[in-house]
Each structure stands twice: as structure tokens, then as C-alpha cells.
């Protein structure tokens, strides 16, 4: 391949005509067409020139070439081989350095290949694997992520973000809130993308919370949360009895010793509360087998 780049570069849908290019559903393949709308999710992102980034699920890249327009490296993850030949392409259009990588992005682990540099990630992530994508990044032993950039179905995105009392606060909040500052940046209709989905997407940026301030059991919080908001409507005494084995005391007298009526429902419990608990109960005896589902793009 030339390094001198055919001029001018084509835009995104004669890219996608031109390759013949295919948008697979069950990859999730709902393509940004308006570079004005990826460059200032990228201008969002905080991306500067001397950062390395990762973007997943390139396609025909139209979030990636705003990339390429500002940060040192972008290193992107593609699973669908369509859209290797246009990406290669891309290359000599740009002074950035691009490494393509093809396959599933959850096999992949950015502290690995950024060889344990700092890094950000800027992503329109497909629907089906955003929330895994997201819960692996956060459960990642001392990440190297600086910042995360992430499209997710709206819905999902106000899961991420929601505060305690809110409609879509869950596990996915209070798993967030112990790692990250999380904030939607940007909203962006169904029309904005070829084809369109049923739904409105936006944007959602997070950063790491400083290390000190990080919860360190994860897993123990995701085993609470999961037991509570497993049966939301149920009140924690309830919902928590599962605990008892592993408690010198009834549930209830444990909730009271931590300042949490019996009588509360998860969703009025702040982050904080459900890492006491998750705190209390580590210190207290072995953990009765895990019972809460796994996240997934359901996960309340
Ligand atoms: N970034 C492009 C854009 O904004 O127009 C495409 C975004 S599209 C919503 C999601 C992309 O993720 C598709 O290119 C799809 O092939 C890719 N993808 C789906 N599952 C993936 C996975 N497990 N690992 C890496 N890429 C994936």
C-alpha cells in the first residue's frame, strides 16, 4: 500500500458503498454517517494530541477518523472482517499511528496491549456486549484507562449514571459510583445512525475515581446489589435473607447495626450504604454463595 492517500477521502456512505459494506444485526451495526456529530463527541472526550485511545467496534470508521485527527494512537477492535480493507486505508490519510486489531473486543485486555500505558477509550458501542464491555473496564485490577467515551442505548446510559431514588438506579450505578465519576455528555436520536435503531443512544463519560477512593470488593458489592435488586420490590430484610448464613446476627439487626431500616427498599439505599454492607458483611464471615445474575445489558 502507497503511503501518499488518495485525495480526497470519501465520506462515510460512499465508504459504505463503495465496499459494499453490510450492517450486521446481531453485531450491533448501527453506523454514524455525520463526521460533525463524531467530531464533537471526540471534541467531548477530551482527547488530546498526545493520547493513546482505543476505540472499539470501528466499522466504517466514522468515529475513528476524528480519532486520527487528534490523539498520538488509536489502537482499534473490530470483530466484523468487512471492514478491515477501508480501515487500512485510512492509514496514510492521517500522521496518527492506527493498529487494527480484529476480533472480540471482551477477549481483548487494553492494560495489555498499551503495554501498561495510560489510555482512554472512545467507543459507539454495539448494544450487545456495551454493558459487559463496561463492567469488565471497571472490575479491571489497577486500570490503566484515564477515560471512557462510551455510546450505550439511552436507557442504559441513564442506568449507568442514575443516583439513588432515581427510576433507573441499580446495580449498574452503584457498581459505577464505586470506581468512576459517570455523566451523560451528549444525546443522540435514532435518525443519526444508518441503519437506525429503535432507540434514542447517548453518550456517557466516566473517570476513574483516585485509587484510594475505590471500592475494593467488587464482587462482594456485586453480590449484594444483585440479592437486593434481584427482588426490588421486596424490602432488604427480605430480599438479603440469603446473607443470614454467613451473619452472627438476624438480617435485620445487622441492617440496624448499619443504620439501614429493614424495612428499605434497594432503591433508597445510596452507593455508599450498599458498600458498608458490602464492608460489614466481608468482615463478618464467609460469603454464602453468589446468587445475584451477572451483568448484562439487562441487568437492573
Ligand atoms: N464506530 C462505528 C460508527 O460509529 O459508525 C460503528 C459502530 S456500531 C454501533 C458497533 C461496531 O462494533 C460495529 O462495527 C460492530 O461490527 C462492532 N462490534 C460488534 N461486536 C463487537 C465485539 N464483540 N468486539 C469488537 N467489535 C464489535
Redesign the pocket.
Known sequence: MSNTPPDPLPGIGQIVQQYGLRAVKK??????FDLNLTHKMVQLSGIQSTDLVFE?????G??TRPLLAIAARVCV????PQ?LKHLAELGPYFDTQLDIHIG???RFDLDDLSQQQPYHVVA???YN?GTALLVKWLTAKNPKWQSLTLMFQLEVAERITAKAGERPYGRLSILTAAMARAQIIMRVPASAFTPPPKVTSAVVHLTPLPPSNQYPDLEGLAHITGLAFGQRRKMLRASLKPLAAGLSMPVSDWLHQNNIAPTARPETLTPQQFMQLATSISTTGPRPPRRGPAFSSKTP
Open positions: 453485531l450491533g451495526q448501527h453506523f454514524l472499539i467496534g470501528p466499522g466504517p466514522g468515529l477492535i473490530e470483530t466484523d471492514f472480540d473486543a471482551l459507539n458501542l454495539p456486549v
